[in-house]
């Protein structure tokens, strides 16, 4: 079974720093682009960043200068490093992964975690 699995996530006050992880796991032939979302109460989810298997990153303007993207392709897992957080950046954070399972599948499909919470706050 493909999963991909979050951690790091949790409460940090404001200006505090947090970094959170995500591994995949099962049989998987290649993992393309890897990325973070994030969902606050009432609001749509978003793009927080993204990262090729080259690694080409892409960030949302909201977070750009305080959030980092990586990844270890070796271990299958991306990274989000966040510092600087705001009281806004409170919100439930989803790994998101576009993956291959078999040589001879021809496109990527996209694949979810199941989410952490990130609450910023006194």
């Known amino acids: 079974q493909v999963r991909l699995v979050e951690s790091g996530g949790g409460l940090v006050q404001p200006g505090g720093s947090l970094r959170l992880s995500c591994a995949a796991s099962?049989?998987?032939?290649?993992?393309?682009?890897m990325g973070w979302y994030r969902q606050a109460p009432g609001k749509a989810r978003e793009l927080v960043a993204q990262?090729?298997?080259?690694?080409?990153?892409n960030y949302a303007d909201s977070v750009k200068g305080r959030v980092t993207i990586s990844r270890d392709n070796g271990k299958g897992t991306v990274y989000l490093q966040m510092n600087n957080l705001k009281p806004e950046d409170t919100a439930v954070y989803y790994c998101?992964?576009?993956?291959?399972?078999?040589?001879?599948?021809?496109?990527?499909?996209?694949?979810w975690g199941q989410g952490t919470q990130v609450t910023v706050s006194t």
């Open positions: 099962g049989n998987i032939f290649s993992i393309n682009d």
């Open positions: 990262i090729t298997k080259g690694g080409i990153t």
């Open positions: 998101n992964a576009e993956l291959i399972l078999t040589w001879y599948q021809s496109s990527a499909n996209t694949y």
